[in-house]
């Protein structure tokens, strides 16, 4: 008889090969893969850990959903890497959730770093972020930070799969 911790192991493994593979892929991260995911962590949440663990489940949720909602559009990232990442923390409880979701950040940003790099774009990528922080801060005008880029897309599921696997693997 397999372990909750072992159910949560696969459902995660599913989740983030699948999540990898559709946005690599197609450029998208489907609901009919993360709302189920979701739905899978609060159960299995309440079935490791009662009323606490769901509301861990809950908290990390919780958590993903203001940062993203926060964060997330002047940062360009989509609804389908939010979702993934709120499924993330209903498998894996606000603690993990918060690491998981630092180390993502840090992976994401040397993932962003290398493809500038890659299309020769870190000069014109960071005198456009300037120019955008500029007139969004000093001069109040609304401005979202990637407008006027060269149309790079970085695909976060990667960063988030790397985030979440490191942090399982520096949790043992």
């Given at each position: 008889?397999?372990?909750?911790?072992?159910?949560?192991?696969?459902?995660?493994?599913?989740?983030?090969?699948?999540?990898?593979?559709?946005?690599?892929?197609?450029?998208?991260?489907?609901?009919?893969?993360?709302?189920?995911?979701?739905?899978?962590?609060?159960?299995?949440?309440?079935?490791?850990g009662g009323i606490s663990g769901l509301l861990q489940s809950?908290?990390?949720?919780?958590?993903?959903?203001?940062?993203?909602?926060?964060?997330?559009?002047?940062?360009?990232?989509?609804?389908?890497?939010?979702?993934?990442?709120?499924?993330?923390?209903?498998?894996?409880?606000?603690?993990?959730?918060?690491?998981?979701?630092?180390?993502?950040?840090?992976?994401?940003?040397?993932?962003?770093?290398?493809?500038?790099?890659?299309?020769?774009?870190?000069?014109?990528?960071?005198?456009?972020?300037?120019?955008?922080?500029?007139?969004?801060?000093?001069?109040?005008?609304?401005?979202?930070?990637?407008s006027g880029s060269k149309g790079m897309k970085v695909r976060?599921?990667?960063?988030?799969?790397?985030?979440?696997?490191?942090?399982?693997?520096?949790?043992?």
């Amino acid at each position: 008889m397999p372990t909750i911790h072992t159910i949560v192991l696969a459902v995660l493994t599913v989740l983030l090969g699948v999540a990898l593979y559709t946005d690599l892929r197609y450029g998208k991260i489907y609901n009919k893969l993360t709302l189920p995911c979701i739905a899978a962590g609060l159960a299995l949440g309440f079935a490791g850990g009662g009323i606490s663990g769901l509301l861990q489940s809950l908290a990390g949720i919780g958590l993903v959903l203001a940062l993203y909602l926060i964060l997330a559009p002047k940062a360009g990232v989509g609804g389908g890497d939010a979702k993934l990442m709120m499924a993330v923390a209903s498998l894996v409880g606000f603690k993990l959730a918060v690491w998981s979701m630092l180390f993502s950040a840090v992976i994401g940003g040397v993932l962003a770093l290398v493809m500038m790099a890659r299309y020769r774009a870190m000069l014109s990528t960071t005198k456009n972020l300037a120019t955008n922080l500029y007139l969004s801060l000093a001069l109040r005008v609304p401005t979202e930070l990637s407008s006027g880029s060269k149309g790079m897309k970085v695909r976060y599921s990667p960063a988030i799969a790397l985030g979440t696997l490191l942090v399982l693997l520096l949790k043992q």
